[in-house]
C-alpha cells in the first residue's frame, strides 16, 4: 500500500522557474527520503530528512518536513530541462538495531511527473 | 565504488512460467530490498534480506521469494507468472546501520509477462 500522497501528480514549468512538490503520509516516521526517476529506470537518491529536522538544503534541493502535519516539500530551484523526471518521496518506519522493526521498508508516495521546458 | 548492478536488464516470458532475477548491492553493503513498480500500484515493497536471512516481506503471494547469499548478493524468483506480474523490479542496498542509511537502487529487470 501507498504511505502517501503526493501533489502535484504533474507538473509542467519553464527552464529557470521553480518547481515544488508535496508529499503527505500517515505513520510515523524515522526519515523521509526524495528519490528521482528517469523514465522507467532505477531510482536516484536526492536527500534525505530526519524526523528531528526541520530542513535540510543540497545544491539546488530544498526540503522541509512538518511531522505534525505529516507532510514534506521538494523545492528544485532554477530548473533545468534535465530535470524532467519523476519524483518519488518514500518513508521509512522501522529501527535498524530492533527486532521486528520494519526498518529496511521504504514506503513511496504515488510520485510527481516534473517536466521542464527549454 | 561500483553500484547496484541488477541482471538481466529485460526478460520476456509466458504464463506459467518462472523466472529469476539477480541484484548484487555495492561493496559493504549488507542488507538487499526488492520492490515491484507498476503504473497501477506504483513502487510496493516485496522483501529484505540482511545477512542472509529475510527481515522484512511485503503483502505479495507466496508465488514471490527471494534469497540471499553470503556475499550479499540476492536473487529473487517468480514462479506460475502470471500477466500481472509484468513490472519494473528494482533492488536497493544498504549499510543498515542506522535509520540515517540510504538505500541505493539499481537500474532495475523489465520483466514483460505475455
Known amino acids: 500500500s501507498q504511505q502517501g500522497e503526493e501533489d502535484p501528480q504533474a507538473l509542467s514549468i519553464q527552464e529557470g522557474e521553480n518547481a515544488t512538490m508535496n508529499c503527505s503520509y500517515k505513520t510515523s516516521i524515522n526519515n523521509l527520503q526524495w528519490y528521482r526517476q528517469n523514465s522507467g529506470r532505477g531510482l536516484v537518491h536526492l536527500i534525505l530528512i530526519r524526523s528531528n529536522e526541520r530542513e535540510k538544503h543540497s545544491g539546488r534541493l530544498r526540503v522541509t518536513l512538518d511531522t505534525s502535519k505529516k507532510s514534506s516539500s521538494l523545492l528544485i530551484t532554477a530548473s533545468r530541462a534535465a530535470d524532467t523526471a519523476s519524483y518519488f518521496c518514500?518513508?521509512?518506519?522501522?529501527?535498524?538495531?530492533?527486532?521486528?522493526?520494519?526498518?529496511?521498508?521504504?514506503?513511496f508516495g504515488q510520485g510527481t511527473i516534473l517536466t521542464v521546458h527549454p | 565504488k561500483a553500484g547496484v548492478t541488477q541482471t538481466p536488464r529485460y526478460l520476456i516470458k509466458t504464463r506459467g512460467q518462472q523466472v529469476t532475477l539477480s541484484c548484487s548491492p555495492i561493496s559493504g553493503h549488507r542488507s538487499v530490498s526488492w520492490y515491484q513498480q507498476t503504473p497501477g500500484q506504483g513502487l510496493q515493497f516485496l522483501f529484505e534480506y540482511f545477512s542472509e536471512t529475510q527481515r522484512n516481506k511485503g503483502n505479495f503471494p507466496g508465488r514471490f521469494s527471494g534469497r540471499q547469499f553470503s556475499n550479499s548478493r540476492s536473487e529473487m524468483n517468480v514462479s506460475t507468472l502470471e500477466l500481472g506480474d509484468s513490472a519494473l523490479y528494482l533492488c536497493?542496498?544498504?549499510?543498515?546501520?542506522?535509520?540515517?542509511?540510504?538505500?541505493?537502487f539499481g537500474p532495475g529487470t523489465r520483466l514483460t509477462v505475455l
Open positions: 536497493a542496498s544498504s549499510l543498515r546501520r542506522s535509520h540515517t542509511d540510504t538505500q541505493y
Open positions: 518514500a518513508t521509512d518506519e522501522g529501527f535498524p538495531l530492533l527486532v521486528g522493526t520494519s526498518y529496511g521498508k521504504l514506503t
